[in-house]
């Protein structure tokens, strides 16, 4: 079945840090990739998605390629801020029969000043 | 009101209560999902409604009986609860079309605590 690997974190990184969360995927034929954040107390929200091979979702400094030669869909911001901590969830779309969604165990991101 | 809006935001109940959540998604989307997010673990599925059918129930408990009366609204009713059925409850809504292009967009959730 479809399924998404995340590493795990905590990911502890000071202010202006490269950031990379890396995020593999198995899936039958090609979903779209997408890139979730929760910051405490909230629900997730989209951070960027990518629905083709190659295409890179990009959204407030952060990036992600989809690269279907390695199955991966890594995170990467060049330089993080201490309102960056939260949890990135990588997700793709399932496209069997139902609408469903598969996501990673999530990655918690801490940026000290 | 835009997106997706999810009440109450907090909610304690006993184990003989009866309660519900209620979600709505003002988007225009024909899909609706409850998920479940539990401490240390993976974001569970736990229904999925298309078109106010349920295409996903992922063998979650009979005291979770969920209710999708159009696709602008989703209900999660609660029975006999257990205390390890305290989380957070997320809403999500999706076009729901065949390219499976689109994304989730979330509700706040509600936070469910069970005594």
């Known amino acids: 079945g479809n399924s998404v690997t995340q590493m795990e974190g905590p990911v502890t990184l000071s202010e202006e840090a490269f950031l990379t969360i890396n995020c593999t995927y198995t899936?039958?034929?090609?979903?779209?990739l997408f890139w979730y954040v929760q910051y405490p107390g909230e629900g997730l929200q989209l951070l960027l998605k990518?629905?083709?091979?190659?295409d890179k979702g990009s959204n407030k400094g952060f990036e992600a390629t989809y690269r279907k030669e390695t199955t991966s869909f890594h995170l990467e911001k060049g330089s993080v801020q201490v309102s960056d901590s939260a949890v990135y969830f990588c997700?793709?779309?399932?496209?069997?029969?139902?609408?469903?969604?598969?996501f990673g165990t999530g990655t918690r991101l801490k940026v000290l000043a | 009101e835009t997106g997706v809006t999810q009440t109450p935001r907090h909610l304690v109940m006993g184990m003989t209560n009866k309660k519900s959540l209620k979600c709505e998604q003002h988007?225009?989307?024909?899909?609706m999902y409850w998920y479940k997010q539990s401490a240390k673990k993976p974001l569970e599925l736990m229904f999925v409604?298309?078109?106010?059918?349920?295409?996903e129930n992922n063998s979650v408990p009979s005291r979770f009986s969920p209710e999708c009366p159009n696709s602008s609204h989703l209900f999660l009713h609660l029975h006999t609860l257990q205390p390890e059925d305290s989380a957070l409850y997320l809403c999500?809504?999706?076009?729901?079309?065949?390219?499976?292009?689109?994304?989730?967009?979330f509700g706040e959730g509600s936070r469910l605590t069970v005594l």
């Open positions: 999500a809504s999706s076009q729901g079309d065949s390219t499976r292009t689109g994304e989730l967009f």
């Open positions: 899936a039958t034929g090609y979903p779209s």
């Open positions: 990518a629905t083709k091979a190659d």
């Open positions: 997700a793709l779309s399932d496209l069997s029969g139902t609408y469903k969604y598969i």
């Open positions: 988007l225009g989307h024909n899909a």
């Open positions: 409604y298309n078109f106010k059918e349920q295409t």
